[in-house]
Structure formats: structure tokens, C-alpha cells
């Protein structure tokens, strides 16, 4: 987060508001869901979040990052695929 420049208020917003990208049902000791979010104005920047969920419906954020369009699509919602 601190070295993606990332504010607290934007990470949240994009866990409550973000677009779930894939869910992670298997992880342990939570399920976990990786989200899609855009921040800033004019033209916005991609960040992924990824969250797992208590029984109290209370989110724990794991990770964020700002995708790479290198390893991601061009919407940031799926990993290209590797060439051998």
C-alpha cells in the first residue's frame, strides 16, 4: 500500500465497492476475494485488493497492489496468459 501510494480511504472504498475479480473459497484461514477498483481523477488507475471475510461479516485486508498491464489484461480482470 505505502509504496503503490495508496490511501486507506480508497482501499476501502474499492472493498466495499470494487468488482470481484475472482473469489478464493479454499484459502485458509478465510475465504478471500481478489477486487478490481479505480482511483483517481481524470484518468483512473487500476489497484486490486484483496480481502478475506469473518464470521462477523468483517473484512481483513490481505494485500494491495496497483496491477501490472505486463502480467493483466488490458481491463486488469485476468492474467495473460504465459508464453513458453
Same mark, same amino acid.
Given at each position: %500500500?505505502?509504496?503503490?501510494?495508496?490511501?486507506? $480511504?480508497?482501499?476501502?472504498?474499492?472493498?466495499? %465497492?470494487?468488482?470481484?475479480?475472482?473469489?478464493?473459497?479454499?484459502?485458509?484461514?478465510?475465504?478471500?476475494?481478489?477486487?478490481?477498483?479505480?482511483?483517481?481523477?481524470?484518468?483512473?488507475?487500476?489497484?486490486?485488493?484483496? @480481502?478475506? %471475510?469473518?464470521?462477523?461479516?468483517?473484512?481483513?485486508?490481505?494485500?494491495? @497492489?496497483?496491477?501490472?498491464? $505486463?502480467?493483466?489484461?488490458?481491463?486488469?480482470?485476468?492474467?495473460?496468459?504465459?508464453?513458453?
Amino acid at each position: %500500500m505505502d509504496n503503490d501510494d495508496l490511501e486507506i $480511504e480508497d482501499i476501502m472504498q474499492i472493498a466495499e %465497492m470494487g468488482e470481484i475479480i475472482t473469489s478464493y473459497p479454499s484459502d485458509k484461514p478465510l475465504p478471500s476475494k481478489l477486487v478490481l477498483g479505480w482511483i483517481g481523477k481524470g484518468k483512473k488507475q487500476p489497484v486490486h485488493v484483496v @480481502y478475506a %471475510m469473518d464470521e462477523q461479516n468483517r473484512k481483513h485486508i490481505i494485500t494491495v @497492489y496497483r496491477p501490472d498491464s $505486463e502480467i493483466w489484461d488490458k481491463k486488469f480482470r485476468k492474467k495473460k496468459n504465459k508464453k513458453s
